[in-house]
């Protein structure tokens, strides 16, 4: 049998990342990040970003290179990450791969990195075991939405953040408290069933189609933060954490759970950075669908090219 080989390349956001999928399998992944530089001014700064990939991409392509054992001219197609994510940083992704496919005189394959999100939990699930419809959350640094996909090329957006993205509330929370950027891996490692004892959330309206809507809630914990330091009293960091991860889950479980009763789905996914939270992946379970989807591994809910070689590679071979 000829091997089907496509080679992805993503830099929608800090990392630079590039990999294989042959036949089906991603063989190899190379993700060089610059969320270290990040941390030194609190958030992603997109020309440094940009910058970032500029000097990491063509170290990362190298690596596969050196790794895998395929020709670059058995390649069939190339593939990147077109559209969303820092429109700079989008650009380097877009002129390497654009380059190379021009050189090997390959199809150039241009994959949402939402839709890569959504498929990527197939990095670890058989493609014959997949059942549609389902329902895919998608919450990340930049995105919050609930998808019902019909087919990988049929997908519907159900609801979707009316303002900041969940990932973006963990990381402000954990930035207020001086925890470092990405600030979501810092709040999930304190969470604490029993320390979740203090309620921000007024109204617990998420069973409902209401659109997601995270920037009044992020502005109630971060006033208590600050009316904690101007009373000059001291943060009980652990409890703030484990009461904001407990109600922000919650917000997110409750509208898919809504989904799920309402349209009479129940095969349902996650995917993006969130989707890595412990809490999150444990009450997802707990809903009890037919079928969950969740990346196995971490990595692959974070910003990765597997995701984008899957995609590419269920649009293009239908494997
Ligand atoms: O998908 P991603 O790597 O990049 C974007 O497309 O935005 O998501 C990054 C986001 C960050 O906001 C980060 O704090 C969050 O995902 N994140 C988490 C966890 N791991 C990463 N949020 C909550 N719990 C986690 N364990
Ligand atoms: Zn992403």
Known sequence: MNTKNIISIETSCDDTSIAIISNGKVIDMCTLTSAQIQNTYGGVVPEVAAREHEKNIIPAFNTILKNHKLDLHDLDAVAYTACPGLRVSLNVGEAFATTLAKYLNKPLIKVNHIYGHIFSFLYDYDLKD?????LSLIASGGHTSIFKVNSPTDIEVLNETQDDAVGE?????????????PGGPAIDKLYDPNKATITFLKNKHSYSDDKFSFSGYKTQVLNYINQQNM???SLDIPTICSSFQAEIVGMLTNKIKYYMD???IHNISIGGGVAANSLLQQEIKKLNAQNTYIPKTKMLCGDNAAMIAIYANLIYFNM
Do not use: C, E
């Not at 997949?130 to 389902?134: A, I, V």
């Not at 509330?169 to 950027?181: E, H, N």
């Open 231 to 233: 009373k000059s009293l």
């Open 262 to 264: 309402t349209l009479n």
């Open 169 to 181: 509330v963990f990381d402000k929370i954990a930035r207020s408290l001086s925890l470092g950027y």
């Open 130 to 134: 997949l059942q549609y419809p389902f």
